[in-house]
């Protein structure tokens, strides 16, 4: 599913406009990229948390030279789903 395809879902089941919807989901994001950002966690209760990480560098060879070469990624964004949404998507039932 995409962006699109979730607002028309979401607009269709709350009786919103598309560009309603689409204004909540993108301010939606937003908010949770600019908590991310000061690195704070995004917590949504019986969905999961995101949060950033960091990574310390690593090393890989270059593919067609075989030089080894430094991969830097400072963080990384993890996403751990909740154990109510890991029960629902193995067939489990929202209490």
Same mark, same amino acid.
């Given at each position: 599913?995409?962006?699109? %395809?979730?607002? #028309?879902? *979401?607009?269709?089941? +709350?009786?919103?406009? @598309? !560009?309603?919807?689409r204004l909540v989901i993108d %301010?939606?994001? #937003?908010? *949770?990229?600019?908590? +991310?950002?000061?690195? @704070? !966690?995004?917590?949504?209760?019986?969905?999961?948390?995101?949060?950033?990480?960091?990574?310390?560098?690593?090393?890989?060879?270059?593919?067609?030279?075989?030089?080894?070469?430094?991969?830097?990624?400072?963080?990384?964004?993890?996403?751990?789903?909740?154990?109510?949404?890991?029960?629902?998507?193995?067939?489990?039932?929202?209490?």
């Amino acid at each position: 599913m995409n962006k699109l %395809e979730l607002v #028309d879902k *979401i607009s269709q089941k +709350l009786s919103l406009t @598309k !560009k309603d919807c689409r204004l909540v989901i993108d %301010e939606f994001l #937003d908010e *949770i990229i600019s908590t +991310l950002q000061n690195g @704070k !966690k995004v917590v949504l209760s019986n969905f999961g948390v995101f949060e950033v990480r960091k990574v310390d560098v690593y090393e890989r060879f270059h593919p067609q030279t075989g030089e080894r070469i430094k991969i830097k990624y400072p963080t990384r964004i993890v996403f751990r789903p909740s154990k109510t949404f890991k029960q629902i998507l193995n067939g489990g039932t929202y209490e």
